[in-house]
C-alpha cells in the first residue's frame, strides 16, 4: 500500500469523469490518494457511483473524506475566506480516498482527520 | 339543514385552500431509519391499518430499490400539500458482503444483499435529479460529520432543491443532538423519533414552512 498526493494542477484540466478515473485508477491498486482540493459536489456522487459500480470480490468500495482547511469562526474571518474560495475554486482542503478493503474508516472533524485501518 | 348548510360552505370555502404537489424524498446514509419514518408518515396520513409500509431491519441495507407512495395529503392550517413519499436506499460508499456475513446471513444471501445494495445506491445518487424536495434523515446517535452526510447535502444544495434535516433516534440517550446543530447550523433540523412518533408533528410544521 502507498499513498499518492496529487496537486490541484495535476487535476484541474480534466473533467469531472477523467478526475474519477484517475482517483479510482489509483484506488483500485490499493493506494490511498489525497488530493489537493475538494472536488465538486456532482464529482463526489460521480465518485461514490463508480466505486460502486467497480466493486467486485477484491474491491469493495472506498472511504471517502474531505478536510476544509479554513473553518474559521469570526464573521470577517468568514468573509475573507469566502472570498478567498470564490477565487480559488476547490483549492482550498485536502479530500482523501481510501480503497474500504485497507481504510477501515476516515474519522472526520472539521479541522482534522483520523484514517482508521484494517 | 344546518348540516347541508356548513356542508356547502365547507365545500365552498375549501376551493380557496392552496394546494400544493411536489416530490419529496428521503434520503440518508444506511439505517438512518427512513424507511421507518416513512412508515410514520403514511401510518400518520392513511391510517394505521395501510399495507403501503416499508419493511425495515436492524440489517443495513433493508431498502435496496427505490420505493414509493402516491398522493399521500397532509393538511396544516387551510394548507394542503400532496405528495408522492419516495423512499430510498441508503447511500454509501462501500459495500462489502461479508459485513451481512457477520451479521447472520449466509453467504450466498449476503452476496445477493450486497449486489441489490450497490444497484440501489446508484439508482438512489440517479433520482436525486427527480426529487423537488428532500428530508435527509440522519441517526443523531452517530457522528453527523462524515462524507455521505456533507456529499449528500452538497449535491441539494448545488441542484437547489429544498431540504430538511431529520435528526433521527433523537430520543435515544446517546443522539448528540448539539453537534447535529453545530455541523449543519444553516439548514432546518427537527429532532424526531421515527419509531415513537416524538418530534414528529414539527416534521410536518417544518415541511410546510420549506416546501409549501
Known sequence: ???????????????????????LDIVKKKDIVMIEGRLLPEEETILISSALESISGKF??????????????????????????????????????????????????????????? | ???????????????????KKISL???????????????????DILGENVT?????????HETRQIQQVSKLNLKYKKKELEFNLIDTPGIATKIDFEDFVKKGLSKDDAKQR????????????KWLEGVDAVIVVLDSTE???????????????AKKKKLIIAANKADLKNANIEKVKLVFPEYPIVFLSAKTG???????????????
Open chain 1, 1 to 23: 500500500m502507498g499513498v499518492q498526493v496529487l496537486s490541484y494542477d495535476l487535476l484541474k484540466n480534466l473533467n469531472s469523469k477523467e478526475k474519477v478515473e484517475k482517483i
Open chain 1, 60 to 118: 469493495t468500495g472506498i472511504e471517502v473524506a474531505f478536510l476544509d482547511s479554513n473553518s474559521s469562526s469570526g464573521i470577517f474571518e468568514k468573509l475573507a475566506t469566502s472570498i478567498l474560495k470564490m477565487l480559488a475554486k476547490n483549492r482550498f482542503g485536502i479530500t482523501v480516498v481510501g480503497p474500504s478493503k485497507i481504510v477501515k474508516e476516515i474519522k472526520m472533524d472539521p479541522k482534522k482527520l483520523e484514517i482508521l485501518f484494517n
Open chain 2, 1 to 19: 339543514m344546518v348540516k347541508l348548510f356548513s356542508s356547502f360552505f365547507g365545500h365552498f370555502f375549501s376551493m380557496f385552500k392552496k394546494k
Open chain 2, 25 to 43: 424524498g428521503l434520503y440518508g446514509p444506511p439505517n438512518a431509519g427512513k424507511s421507518t419514518l416513512a412508515n410514520k408518515i403514511i401510518e
Open chain 2, 52 to 60: 403501503e409500509k416499508f419493511a425495515t431491519s436492524p440489517i443495513e
Open chain 2, 114 to 125: 450486497a449486489k441489490e445494495a450497490t444497484q440501489g445506491v446508484i439508482e438512489s445518487i
Open chain 2, 143 to 157: 457522528n453527523p460529520y462524515n462524507q455521505v452526510n456533507i456529499t449528500l447535502i452538497g449535491n441539494l444544495v
Open chain 2, 198 to 212: 416524538y418530534g414528529i408533528d414539527s416534521l410536518y410544521e417544518t415541511i410546510f414552512e420549506e416546501f409549501y
